[in-house]
C-alpha cells in the first residue's frame, strides 16, 4: 500500500518569505515516482514536477525548489520569495512505476499575506 | 482541445438522482482516469481507462458507480441512487502515455458534486 503524508494543513506566510512543504511517503516498491501539484482555487491540478526513485538530484526552477532523500522518504518542496499568486493548495503523490494511480497527501493550503 | 474540459462544472442533484458528469481529455491521449476529491483531502483514485478499455474500476467505491469511454476519447461517469457522501469534486485527468511510464497526468477543472 501507498502512502503520503503531509502533515501542516494550513500555512500562513507574509509576501518575500519562504516557505516549505514536507512530503514523507510509504511504499514497497523500489521503484516509484513523486510528484507535486499545485490546485488553486480554480480546481484544476496543475503539475509541477515528477521525479523518479532513481534520481535524488535536488530541483530548482524558478523560485521553487524539491529535495528528495530517499534514505528518509521525504519529498519536499519549497517556494522562495513567496507571492500572492502563490496561494493554493498543494499535493504530494506517489505513483509506483507500472501502476495507474496516483496516491495523494491532503494537501497544504499556503496561503501567501500581501 | 488545449485541455481536459469536464461539464458540469457545478450540479446539485436530489438524494436517490442519478447523475453523469462528462470529461473531454485531451486529442489523443490514451490515458484516462477519474478521482474524487472530498473537501479538505487530496484526490482518490476511482477508475482508469486505456483507449476504451476499463483497465482498473478498483477504486469506485460502490456499485452505484459506473464509468464508460465508449469511442476511446470522451469519458462519462455515472453516480445512480447519489446519496450524500457522495458529494464531492470529480476530476477528470488524461495522459499521453499508455501505462507503464508515467510522465504525469494534465487534469481537469472538475465538477463539484452537492447531493442535497
Known amino acids: 500500500a501507498q502512502k503520503v503524508t503531509q502533515a501542516q494543513t494550513e500555512i500562513s506566510v507574509v509576501e518575500k518569505e519562504d516557505v516549505t512543504l514536507d512530503c514523507v511517503y510509504e511504499?514497497?516498491?523500489?521503484?516509484?515516482?513523486l510528484f507535486w501539484y499545485k490546485q488553486p482555487p480554480s480546481g484544476e491540478l496543475v503539475f509541477l514536477i515528477r521525479?523518479?526513485?532513481?534520481?535524488?538530484q535536488n530541483e530548482i526552477s524558478g523560485r521553487y525548489s524539491w529535495n528528495f532523500q530517499k534514505s528518509t522518504s521525504s519529498f519536499n518542496f519549497t517556494i522562495t520569495a513567496s507571492q500572492v499568486v502563490d496561494s493554493a493548495v498543494y499535493f504530494c503523490?506517489?505513483?509506483?512505476?507500472?501502476?495507474?494511480?496516483?496516491?495523494f497527501g491532503k494537501g497544504n493550503q499556503v496561503v501567501v499575506i500581501p | 482541445g488545449a485541455g481536459v474540459s469536464q461539464s458540469p462544472r457545478y450540479k446539485v442533484a436530489k438524494r436517490g438522482q442519478d447523475v453523469a458528469l462528462r470529461c473531454d481529455p485531451i486529442?489523443?491521449?490514451?490515458?484516462l482516469f477519474w478521482y474524487q476529491q472530498a473537501l479538505g483531502q487530496g484526490p482518490e483514485f476511482l477508475t482508469y481507462?486505456?483507449?476504451?478499455?476499463?483497465?482498473?474500476k478498483s477504486g469506485l467505491p460502490s456499485d452505484r458507480f459506473f464509468a464508460e469511454r465508449p469511442e476511446g476519447s470522451v469519458s462519462t461517469l455515472k453516480i445512480q441512487r447519489t446519496q450524500q457522501e457522495d458529494s464531492a469534486v470529480y476530476l477528470c485527468?488524461?495522459?499521453?502515455?499508455?501505462?507503464?511510464?508515467?510522465?504525469?497526468?494534465?487534469f481537469g477543472s472538475g465538477t463539484r458534486l452537492t447531493v442535497v
Open positions: 485527468a488524461s495522459s499521453l502515455a499508455r501505462g507503464d511510464i508515467n510522465y504525469g497526468y494534465t
Open positions: 511504499t514497497r516498491d523500489t521503484t516509484y515516482y
Open positions: 521525479r523518479n526513485s532513481f534520481d535524488e
Open positions: 503523490a506517489l505513483n509506483p512505476y507500472g501502476n495507474n494511480r496516483l496516491a
Open positions: 486529442s489523443g491521449h490514451v490515458s
Open positions: 481507462f486505456q483507449n476504451e478499455a476499463q483497465l482498473d
